[in-house]
């Protein structure tokens, strides 16, 4: 790369692209011209203009599970037509839409009460993987455009402890929990809301299910569980968990940054779907970060690539990217279900610089692995001026320490030559945030297509689903199934463990 700089003194700006206020730097990457109009090729060869419109189209292109994919709808403006088997969806989004919206006016109008007649003035998230990281990261990162009294919290892990921490700082009279679950069957999900209606009993509430919101596709499992009709918000099959942040799995977003933020963040969605729609190849920045992607990933068999945001607000990124992208592409069998010929999604991992730059970066620099990375920084200094510029500067001189390395004797030698994107955006507003993460879900949709794999499906998750429900019914005094000898004697000492202590 250093000498790719050396002989073209204009690489970063032919390389420089930019969609609305975001600015991709994709210049300090291991390729020339020929690399970028030849890995094109390759996507001309998948036909990816064409695959992209079908994912429009509203086909069916999710083929394992017959259906379409369309979290674009979710974003699309009134006045557009987004068809599933004929009938147009935009309707129902935006009922729903308006609904969530309603529930966010009723709670921060002070409508809604809790058993005792008191306000209802936290609002907890149970939910787990798309139905909690999304929404999470959003309202984290939408801190400061901040529009409610109400306070927002979330839990999701099945460890008690994750949703104890919670309860401990909530009042049963004033709280009111949202379960969102797509498929409403999530053991982690349903477990915690269980134990959440049993601490509303435990302290006196006599109508706990009026203290519950749902946010699901299966609204019947939702009513079955005591949800009241009216309090059912819905989603569709046609959502992949990981990209429902948009519908009213954002309900605590919307409740953040009040309805004017939320249609931002739509807004700079959909900004993001026109540009993948309608941006020529060589243009279309989703595309062109797949094609680096696959170019490291086949090309040079790196295994992983990392995310560094040098931005407080996006400390969920890589969290949230490592579900959208690794559960998206971490496929063995193409789409048509045959062994794939190449490897798929790398690992993509990261945490916050500066912080990282103290604790993993040392590998990175001299490391023997080849680990693209991406930085993303804010050009806006919307607090402390003396520390965004520090930050600003540490997030650069990475990234042309990684690049042009420096020379030197055995361990004060760095080779350099480390690629890495980096991102600039003026502000951290609901505008760039929805624009960003609809960026990382058509980059994760362009890598599919030029693997040949489905995105759209987790097959991946069934099987420890499946076991894990045995292996609870087994330790709640169920039927002994028969295990291998790790498993059976790994089971006999935590059942031997917690006899001991009830005895
Ligand atoms: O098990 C994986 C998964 O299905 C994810 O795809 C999903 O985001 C998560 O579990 C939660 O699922 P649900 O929203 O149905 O509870």
Redesign the pocket.
């Given at each position: 790369m250093r000498d790719l700089f050396a002989r073209d003194p204009d690489r970063a700006r032919r390389f420089t692209r930019h969609i609305g206020d975001l600015v991709v730097d994709l210049s300090k990457h291991r390729f020339a011209e020929e690399t970028l109009i030849l890995l094109l090729d390759l996507a001309r060869a998948v036909q990816m203009e064409a695959r992209i419109q079908e994912m429009f189209s509203g086909a069916a292109i999710n083929l394992s599970e017959r259906r379409p994919v369309l979290h674009v709808a979710l974003r699309a403006p009134a006045g557009s037509t987004l068809c599933v088997n004929g009938t147009d969806v935009m309707p129902a989004v935006h009922a729903e839409l308006g609904r969530m919206h309603e529930r966010v006016r009723s709670l921060n109008a002070g409508e809604r009460k809790g058993w005792t007649g008191r306000n209802i003035d936290t609002v907890v998230n149970i939910?787990?993987?798309?139905?909690?990281?999304g929404p999470r990261l959003a309202v984290e990162a939408l801190r400061a455009r901040r529009a409610t009294r109400l306070k927002v919290r979330f839990v999701t892990n099945l460890d008690g402890r994750d949703l104890h921490g919670v309860l401990e700082k909530c009042d049963p009279e004033t709280t009111l929990f949202i379960v969102?679950?797509?498929?409403?069957?999530?053991l982690?999900?349903l477990t915690n809301a269980d134990s959440a209606r049993g601490w509303l009993t435990q302290r006196g509430c006599p109508t706990p299910n009026a203290h519950f919101l749902a946010v699901?596709?299966?609204d019947k499992a939702a009513l079955k569980w005591g949800i009241a009709k009216d309090h059912v918000h819905l989603i569709w099959d046609w959502v992949?968990?990981?990209y429902?942040v948009w519908s009213a799995?954002g309900l605590p977003l919307a409740l953040g940054i009040g309805r004017a933020g939320f249609q931002e963040f739509l807004d700079g969605a959909h900004a993001m779907d026109r540009h993948f729609q309608q941006s020529p190849l060589d243009g279309n920045v989703p595309v062109l970060l797949a094609l680096l992607d696959v170019w490291y990933s086949d090309f040079y068999r790196a295994a992983t690539r990392a995310v560094i945001p040098y931005d407080q607000r996006l400390r969920l990124l890589p969290d949230y990217l490592g579900?959208l992208v690794m559960?998206s592409n971490g496929k063995r069998v193409d789409r048509h279900g045959r062994a794939v010929r190449q490897g798929t999604s790398p690992v993509v991992w990261g945490a916050l610089g500066t912080n990282s730059q103290h604790a993993f970066f040392q590998l990175l620099h001299q490391g023997t692995q080849l680990i693209p990375i991406e930085f993303l920084l804010p050009l806006k200094a919307d607090g402390d001026e003396r520390h965004q510029l520090r930050l600003v500067a540490s997030g650069l001189a990475q990234s042309k320490a990684l690049m042009a390395g420096r020379k030197g004797r055995e361990h004060r030698h760095f080779p350099g030559n480390q690629p890495s994107t980096t991102i600039l955006y003026p502000d951290l507003t609901p505008f760039t945030l929805g624009a960003l993460l609809a960026l990382y879900e058509h980059r994760t949709f362009a890598e599919a297509v030029l693997w040949g794999i489905n995105a759209f499906d987790?097959w991946g998750?069934?099987l420890?689903?499946q076991l894990t429900t045995e292996l609870v019914s087994q330790l709640e005094g169920g039927l002994a199934a028969a295990h291998d000898s790790s498993t059976a004697s790994l089971l006999d000492l935590y059942r031997k463990r917690n006899t001991t202590r009830q005895g």
């Open positions: 939910g787990i993987g798309g139905s909690d990281l969102a679950s797509k498929s409403f069957t999530t982690e999900t699901t596709c299966n992949g968990g990981r429902s799995v579900q559960e987790q998750v069934e420890g689903k």
